[in-house]
């Protein structure tokens, strides 16, 4: 049972543009939101995160938004730079204990085109 | 910052092998996780380990195993190395009370 659908599997953008990706949850008791970047070779990297309390986390050209009704949030890169071309994961969580574990989307890979 | 670090970035086994993957975090979390990551699978969680000896099942654990004997260090183990577990493998820790896992820079395991 995939708990956290990511879409598109992939995209392109052109240099400038806004690329933007969509991911939906199941689970209400998720309380957190993160998004990782990989590049190829690599590992993931952490993002940006948001908590359910807001509806909007902006972190330089990268945004998050949150809508708790629809249970889907997304993530907004303005002026995307062929820089950011990677794979990009969203996952949720529940609890900061020990036993809390990521749940992740499929992925996106992104291109940006110059 | 966190440094998570893994024994080797590319690795080929034969198939029945035993097979020992290593990861180390140098940030004194109490949890680790083990990952492997497919191509339209996105990360799925192997096992995980909130204490020193400790150990739990993840989504997908039939055919691994795992071992913490010391805080820093985090093993998976294949007993039987098999084609399907070609994969790569993703180490991470996170503190307790935190929501935050840190990633190592994989291990892309081929098992011919």
């Known amino acids: 049972q995939q708990q956290v659908k990511q879409s598109p599997q992939s995209l392109i953008v052109q240099k400038g543009g806004i690329s933007i990706i969509n991911c939906a949850y199941e689970n209400t008791a998720f309380d957190y939101f993160p998004w990782y970047q990989q590049f190829p070779g690599k590992g993931p990297a952490l993002l940006i995160a948001i908590r359910p309390d807001v509806s909007e986390k902006k972190e330089g050209r990268f945004t998050i938004s949150f809508n708790k009704s629809a249970k889907q949030f997304s993530l907004h890169i303005m002026d995307s730079q062929p820089g950011d071309s990677a794979t990009y994961f969203c996952a949720a969580s529940k609890g900061t204990g020990g036993g809390n574990k990521l749940t992740f989307g499929t992925g996106t890979q992104l291109k940006v085109e110059l | 910052d966190v440094k998570v670090t893994q024994s080797s970035r590319y690795l080929v086994k034969r198939t029945g092998e035993k097979v020992f993957l290593e990861c180390v975090q140098d940030?004194?979390?109490?949890?680790m996780f083990w990952y492997r990551q497919d191509p339209g699978l996105g990360l799925r969680l192997i096992y995980f380990s909130y204490d020193v000896k400790m150990k739990e099942k993840g989504d997908i654990p039939e055919g691994y195993s795992v071992s913490r004997e010391k805080k820093e260090r985090f093993s998976l183990i294949l007993e039987s190395a098999s084609t399907n577990q070609t994969s790569m493998y993703l180490c991470?820790?996170?503190?307790?009370?935190?929501?935050?896992?840190?990633f190592g820079p994989g291990t892309r395991l081929t098992v011919t």
């Open positions: 991470a820790s996170k503190a307790s009370g935190r929501y935050e896992q840190y």
């Open positions: 940030m004194d979390h109490e949890n």
